[in-house]
């Protein structure tokens, strides 16, 4: 069983869906990364969250740390969202990252 | 504040030679991480520095090695390339112990193995 493992692999949407990504993990601190790469780029941090809830424009993240459960939705999905969305959780020590596999999103117009 | 940076962006190597990878972190932040990513094994951790000192190693032979100079700046090299080490290679650079977890990546230095 990963450490980390997210859900779906793969997602296709069309345009203004509202979206849902899944992850649960075993292993970390009480904290998780939401990150994003388009095709051939780099990684963008989307969220660092201990708790709750964080909103950043049509993103939102929740965590639930007794479950080890965190979610990442997008509201009114665009094709400039489409992309692989990665959650990473630290270790004890906070910098040494385990990452989930990766959820390919594709928006289609 | 200038984000991560990292150079090169695009390396060609062939087997057998050695390459060496450049992190200049956000300034003011003290460890960089070094991660290496592949189609077959995803995202890895390599190593962290904080400090010029190691502080933190991943399941990596020793043909994968780093330092960290005083300036924070960052390197990281590989001996001997083999083809499997064609991957993304990415760092991220963090705020000191008690400023939180958040990691910010850099654009990555994409190695290819000939």
């Known amino acids: 069983k990963n450490e980390v493992e997210q859900s779906p692999q793969n997602l296709t949407a069309q345009e203004g869906e509202f979206i849902t990504i899944n992850c649960s993990y075993s292993v970390g601190i009480s904290a998780l990364h939401w990150l994003q790469q388009h095709p051939g780029g780099g990684i963008v941090s989307l969220f660092m969250?201990?708790?709750g809830k964080k909103k950043h424009g049509r993103l939102i993240a929740t965590i639930n740390i007794q479950e080890k459960h965190s979610s990442l939705h997008i509201t009114a999905s665009h094709p400039r969202d489409s992309a692989v969305y990665i959650c990473?959780?630290?270790?004890?020590?906070?910098?040494?990252?385990?990452f989930g596999e990766g959820t390919q999103l594709t928006v289609n117009p | 504040k200038a984000g991560v940076t990292q150079t090169p962006r695009y390396l060609i190597k062939t087997r057998g030679q050695q390459v060496t990878l450049s992190c200049s972190p956000i300034s003011g932040h003290r460890s960089v991480s070094w991660y290496q990513q592949t189609p077959g094994q995803g995202l890895q951790f390599l190593f962290e520095y904080f400090s010029e000192t190691q502080r933190n190693k991943g399941n990596f032979p020793g043909r994968f090695s780093g330092r960290q100079f005083s300036n924070s700046r960052s390197e990281m090299n590989v001996s001997t390339l083999e083809l499997g080490d064609s991957a993304l290679y990415l760092c991220?650079?963090?705020?000191?112990?008690?400023?939180?977890?958040?990691?910010?990546f850099g654009p990555g230095t994409r190695l290819t193995v000939t």
């Open positions: 969250l201990s708790s």
């Open positions: 991220a650079s963090r705020g000191n112990p008690g400023q939180g977890y958040e990691q910010y």
């Open positions: 990473a959780v630290p270790e004890t020590s906070g910098s040494r990252l385990t």
